[in-house]
């Protein structure tokens, strides 16, 4: 690591849009602490690694406490503060709720609810101290609706929807800016391992993860309170989901989200 330059944090850092938000902070200089459990996560770190960037990879799983402090422990080594934390891990379970695994669905509320939390809590203390820093949090399109047959879900990214625009305003009046990012449908292993492959959101169309990466990371950099990632169909979805009723929203996320093999 050179303390000369900036440093970011990027967890679900190993593929998908995390990856591609952590290219955008090597193209821009950042030395990078990348968080992920697979092996995938060592490539993307020496793929980064060859632009000139230091790449610290941390292996950590979100779902514990004993991760969330590897983590920051990785991240603050030498009294660091991070410029910028993309907190962007997350996982999502499809299905009929009363069918699913409680564990399972209790994984999900660890790193989508608890880890976001406590490492935001971390994070944000430091910057405050420093005078300066940038979050970004990957919320979703969904945290405004409903999520029949995918509720877990949905209501952990509304969590992190109404927690992020709270601690907005809080720290409105400091150097410290907190920014959603709200992917709609994205082209990533999402669906695949939330087992929403025989859904229709599963088989429809997709967002390009760097195309939705470049859009959080430009919000992120302007301080934006919130940004919907990605194309129209994002654009349209959100505008669904804000100004559409309840009953509607989660109607039209039944069908979309109910497992065509049977469920
Ligand atoms: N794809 C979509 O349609 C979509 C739409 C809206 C919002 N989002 C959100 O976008 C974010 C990124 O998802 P993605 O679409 O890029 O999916 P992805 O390709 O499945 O990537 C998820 C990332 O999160 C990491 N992760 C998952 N569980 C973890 C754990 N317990 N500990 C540490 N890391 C963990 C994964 O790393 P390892 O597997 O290597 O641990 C991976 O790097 C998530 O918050 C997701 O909810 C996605």
Same mark, same amino acid.
Request: proline share 5%; net charge negative.
């Given at each position: 690591?050179?303390?000369?330059?900036?440093?970011?944090?990027?967890?679900?850092?190993?593929?998908?849009? *995390?990856?591609?938000?952590?290219?955008?902070?090597?193209?821009?200089?950042?030395?990078?602490?990348?968080?992920?459990?697979?092996?995938?996560?060592?490539?993307?770190?020496?793929?980064?690694?060859?632009?000139?960037?230091?790449?610290? $990879?941390?292996?950590?799983?979100?779902?514990?406490?004993? *991760?969330?402090?590897?983590?920051?422990?990785?991240?603050?080594?030498? *009294?660091?503060?991070?410029?910028?934390?993309?907190?962007?891990?997350?996982?999502?379970?499809? *299905?009929? +709720?009363?069918?699913?695994? !409680?564990?399972?669905?209790?994984?999900?509320?660890?790193?989508?609810?608890?880890?976001?939390? %406590?490492?935001?809590?971390?994070?944000?203390?430091?910057?405050?101290?420093?005078?300066?820093?940038?979050?970004?949090?990957?919320?979703?399109?969904?945290?405004?609706?409903?999520? $029949?047959?995918?509720?877990?879900?949905?209501?952990?990214?509304?969590?992190?929807?109404? +927690?992020?625009?709270?601690? %907005?305003?809080?720290?409105?009046?400091?150097?410290?800016?907190?920014?959603?990012?709200? !992917?709609?449908?994205?082209?990533? %292993?999402?669906?695949?391992?939330?087992?929403?492959?025989?859904?229709? #959101?599963?088989?429809?169309?997709?967002?390009?993860?760097?195309?939705?990466?470049?859009?959080?990371?430009?919000? #992120?950099?302007?301080?934006?309170?919130?940004?919907?990632?990605?194309?129209?169909?994002?654009?349209?979805?959100?505008?669904?989901?804000? #100004?559409?009723?309840?009953?509607?929203?989660?109607?039209?996320?039944?069908?979309?989200?109910?497992?065509?093999?049977?469920?």
């Amino acid at each position: 690591m050179n303390d000369t330059r900036p440093l970011a944090v990027v967890t679900g850092a190993s593929r998908g849009i *995390g990856r591609e938000l952590a290219a955008l902070f090597a193209v821009d200089g950042h030395d990078l602490v990348l968080v992920a459990r697979s092996p995938a996560l060592d490539d993307a770190a020496a793929e980064l690694e060859s632009s000139g960037v230091s790449v610290t $990879p941390v292996h950590a799983d979100l779902r514990t406490e004993a *991760g969330v402090r590897a983590v920051y422990e990785a991240a603050t080594a030498g *009294g660091r503060v991070p410029a910028a934390v993309a907190l962007n891990a997350g996982t999502g379970i499809g *299905g009929a +709720f009363v069918d699913a695994d !409680p564990e399972e669905l209790l994984a999900v509320v660890d790193v989508n609810v608890r880890s976001t939390v %406590h490492l935001a809590r971390l994070f944000l203390a430091d910057m405050v101290r420093a005078g300066s820093g940038r979050l970004l949090f990957t919320s979703s399109v969904v945290s405004l609706m409903p999520g $029949p047959y995918q509720a877990v879900y949905n209501a952990s990214k509304a969590f992190v929807q109404s +927690f992020t625009d709270g601690i %907005h305003d809080e720290l409105s009046d400091t150097d410290v800016t907190v920014t959603s990012m709200l !992917p709609g449908a994205t082209d990533t %292993h999402f669906f695949a391992r939330a087992g929403m492959l025989d859904t229709l #959101l599963g088989k429809g169309p997709k967002d390009d993860p760097a195309r939705v990466a470049k859009d959080g990371y430009d919000a #992120l950099l302007r301080g934006d309170r919130r940004v919907v990632a990605g194309s129209l169909l994002a654009r349209s979805m959100a505008a669904f989901g804000a #100004l559409a009723p309840d009953a509607v929203t989660g109607a039209v996320h039944k069908v979309l989200a109910r497992p065509r093999s049977g469920g």
